[in-house]
């Protein structure tokens, strides 16, 4: 692909600036105990006026339609304003949006319509003060390219999962979640944030004593003092993230397509379940899955999640291009509960009948060369869940599918029977990366097609050991890396994240898995066009 556009590249580094030396717990809600790393938050620009200071995000990009994101700290009318220009000297077009209020905890989003395909749009966006449209606050820009409706223009995207867990949060020392500048430069048309992009079951604490010795330091807020139950507590959650600057700065760089997992709620939840957790004085998981759902689809830009749709589903397909559709699935919302796994019949599955039968009916339709399916845990890496349960598809039995395996067998046997080429599964979750290839001959299924799951992240929690495989879909690891030991923090286990790149001219999509600061760890091209690969 060309190199990162001088002007993609300027636009962070110089329009986000703030001056150092005030503090962001004057201008945030909420304590922060570091007051030295909250002094690079940005500054309330114009006193009294509405201002939006957790930044910006694009999400939804299709070839003529976008949705731009924002919180305001007071009640506020957005208006997003776009452009071709970056310096917005020419045909500015101005998008009236939402009245941000506590209703929405002062969150938005604005659908841009009618834009030129394939293209570098800017925009800013503008919150006024809703009593005297004239008093606004200070300009907060960003940028995003629309899809192209050629083929011929290479694809480049990043995935990873897991931020802000185990209790390593925003580190002022070590300048906060580091990674996603570096992310930011690899200048991405999208970031599939695979899950757990917060917490909410993670409380955070000043400081983290390491194996060294040594202490590492974190941000605190009222709301990550404690594992989350109210709305307000899991809105906070979504908050904290973005009191990182590099965060703020790569939403404003590169739209965000988000799925959520289990800790945006609780550790292992599935619906239907009640807690026996000391922790929590609701009890009920599926209330707290409601409240944290709302609060998901407050911070990112998913419409479908804030009422647009009858279903409001989390899963949905993203269609960038001819080259590339991405099925985002929801593991968690449908499934049943977690069990040792040995059942001869499971309609319920991890994906539930319903996702099952939108995902096969949406990869027969599908016209892409390449069918990305995003997974918010991996099929052959089995997760326990406690003693006897299990948490995701696997349970350590290698032969015939068995529980949610049968699901999984189901859909393998649809792409291979219905002849649908150019599919490979992303996933995280498991706090390690890999690249395990499945193949029939090694399997105790085998009326399938060979296909690649890639795994990685965290992109900022805990690192772990890599897990077993279940080799009822004839898994094989052909890399990993991983900590040696339980919950390594990010300073002892950096984290990891993988790119995808699709070239526009042979078709040919790119894996790598990369590590913060050690470049490239695994590469693997694959060729278009095949059901197998």
Same mark, same amino acid.
């Given at each position: 692909?060309?190199?990162?556009?001088?002007?993609?590249?300027?636009?962070?580094?110089?329009?986000?600036?703030?001056?150092?030396?005030?503090?962001?717990?004057? $201008? *945030?809600? %909420?304590?922060?105990?570091?007051?030295?790393? #909250?002094? /690079?938050?940005?500054?309330?620009? &114009? @006193?009294? +006026?509405?201002? $939006? *200071?957790? %930044?910006?995000?694009?999400?939804?990009?299709? #070839?003529? /339609?976008?949705?731009?994101?924002? &919180? @305001?700290? +007071?009640?506020?009318?957005?208006?997003?304003?776009?452009?071709?220009?970056?310096?917005?000297?020419?045909?500015?077009?101005?998008? &009236?949006?939402?009245?941000?209020?506590?209703?929405?905890?002062?969150?938005?989003?604005?659908?841009?319509?009618?834009?030129?395909?394939?293209?570098?749009?800017?925009?800013?966006?503008?919150?006024?003060?809703?009593?005297?449209?004239?008093?606004?606050?200070?300009?907060?820009?960003?940028?995003?390219?629309?899809?192209?409706?050629?083929?011929?223009?290479?694809?480049?995207?990043?995935?990873?999962?897991?931020?802000?867990?185990?209790?390593?949060?925003?580190?002022?020392?070590?300048?906060?979640?580091?990674?996603?500048?570096?992310?930011?430069?690899?200048?991405?048309?999208?970031?599939?944030?695979?899950?757990?992009?917060?917490?909410?079951?993670?409380?955070?604490?000043?400081?983290?004593?390491?194996?060294?010795?040594?202490?590492?330091?974190?941000?605190?807020?009222?709301?990550?003092?404690?594992?989350?139950?109210?709305?307000?507590?899991?809105?906070?959650?979504?908050?904290?993230?973005?009191?990182?600057?590099?965060?703020?700065?790569?939403?404003?760089?590169?739209?965000?397509?988000?799925?959520?997992?289990?800790?945006?709620?609780?550790?292992?939840?599935?619906?239907?379940?009640?807690?026996?957790?000391?922790?929590?004085?609701?009890?009920?998981?599926?209330?707290?899955?409601?409240?944290?759902?709302?609060?998901?689809?407050?911070?990112?830009?998913?419409?479908?999640?804030?009422?647009?749709?009858?279903?409001?589903?989390?899963?949905?397909?993203?269609?960038?291009?001819?080259?590339?559709?991405?099925?985002?699935?929801?593991?968690?919302?449908?499934?049943?509960?977690?069990?040792?796994?040995?059942?001869?019949?499971?309609?319920?599955?991890?994906?539930?009948?319903?996702?099952?039968?939108?995902?096969?009916?949406?990869?027969?339709?599908?016209?892409?060369?390449?069918?990305?399916?995003?997974?918010?845990?991996?099929?052959?890496?089995?997760?326990?869940?406690?003693?006897?349960?299990?948490?995701?598809?696997?349970?350590?039995?290698?032969?015939?599918?068995?529980?949610?395996?049968?699901?999984?067998?189901?859909?393998?046997?649809?792409?291979?029977?219905?002849?649908?080429?150019?599919?490979?599964?992303?996933?995280?979750?498991?706090?390690?990366?890999?690249?395990?290839?499945?193949?029939?001959?090694?399997?105790?299924?085998?009326?399938?097609?060979?296909?690649?799951?890639?795994?990685?992240?965290?992109?900022?929690?805990?690192?772990?050991?890599?897990?077993?495989?279940?080799?009822?879909?004839?898994?094989?690891?052909?890399?990993?890396?991983?900590?040696?030991?339980?919950?390594?923090?990010?300073?002892?286990?950096?984290?990891?994240?993988?790119?995808?790149?699709?070239?526009?001219?042979?078709?040919?999509?790119?894996?790598?898995?990369?590590?913060?600061?050690?470049?490239?760890?695994?590469?693997?091209?694959?060729?278009?066009?095949?059901?197998?690969?």
């Amino acid at each position: 692909m060309a190199p990162i556009p001088h002007t993609r590249r300027s636009l962070l580094g110089g329009s986000l600036a703030v001056p150092v030396g005030l503090a962001l717990s004057t $201008a *945030l809600s %909420g304590a922060l105990a570091a007051p030295a790393y #909250a002094a /690079s938050g940005p500054a309330l620009a &114009r @006193s009294g +006026r509405p201002n $939006a *200071l957790w %930044g910006v995000q694009s999400g939804e990009i299709t #070839a003529h /339609s976008a949705t731009v994101w924002t &919180r @305001s700290d +007071r009640l506020a009318r957005m208006y997003v304003e776009t452009s071709p220009s970056e310096s917005f000297r020419y045909a500015v077009r101005r998008h &009236r949006g939402p009245l941000l209020g506590p209703g929405t905890d002062f969150t938005g989003t604005t659908p841009l319509r009618e834009l030129p395909p394939g293209q570098q749009i800017h925009y800013r966006v503008v919150l006024a003060d809703p009593d005297d449209l004239r008093r606004t606050g200070e300009p907060v820009h960003g940028t995003f390219r629309t899809t192209p409706a050629s083929r011929r223009r290479d694809v480049r995207f990043l995935w990873s999962g897991d931020l802000a867990g185990q209790g390593w949060g925003i580190n002022p020392g070590l300048g906060g979640y580091r990674v996603f500048d570096e992310m930011r430069l690899r200048d991405p048309d999208f970031f599939l944030f695979s899950g757990d992009t917060v917490y909410a079951d993670g409380p955070i604490q000043a400081s983290v004593p390491l194996r060294d010795g040594t202490l590492w330091h974190n941000v605190t807020t009222e709301e990550k003092a404690k594992v989350a139950e109210t709305l307000a507590e899991y809105r906070g959650n979504f908050r904290y993230n973005l009191l990182d600057r590099n965060l703020r700065d790569f939403n404003a760089q590169v739209p965000v397509l988000a799925q959520w997992d289990d800790h945006e709620v609780r550790n292992n939840w599935y619906p239907g379940q009640i807690l026996d957790d000391p922790r929590y004085t609701v009890k009920d998981v599926d209330t707290l899955a409601g409240r944290a759902r709302r609060a998901f689809g407050e911070y990112f830009p998913v419409t479908d999640l804030r009422g647009g749709r009858a279903e409001g589903r989390m899963y949905r397909v993203m269609r960038h291009g001819p080259l590339l559709d991405v099925f985002v699935l929801d593991m968690r919302t449908h499934r049943d509960a977690n069990s040792p796994g040995r059942q001869s019949d499971d309609p319920v599955g991890i994906l539930g009948p319903e996702q099952l039968a939108w995902l096969k009916r949406e990869l027969s339709r599908s016209r892409a060369t390449w069918k990305v399916i995003a997974a918010d845990m991996p099929l052959g890496i089995v997760v326990p869940d406690g003693a006897a349960n299990f948490e995701a598809v696997a349970q350590g039995d290698p032969g015939a599918p068995l529980g949610r395996e049968l699901q999984i067998a189901e859909l393998l046997r649809h792409i291979k029977h219905q002849r649908i080429t150019g599919t490979l599964w992303l996933t995280a979750d498991v706090h390690y990366t890999a690249a395990n290839h499945y193949a029939p001959e090694r399997a105790a299924f085998t009326d399938f097609e060979p296909f690649w799951e890639f795994v990685s992240g965290p992109i900022g929690a805990g690192g772990f050991p890599a897990g077993p495989l279940d080799a009822t879909f004839g898994p094989r690891t052909e890399y990993v890396q991983s900590a040696p030991l339980a919950n390594m923090s990010p300073a002892e286990n950096p984290p990891y994240y993988g790119e995808v790149e699709i070239d526009g001219d042979s078709g040919e999509l790119t894996v790598r898995l990369r590590r913060q600061g050690g470049g490239v760890l695994f590469t693997r091209t694959l060729r278009p066009g095949r059901v197998g690969q």
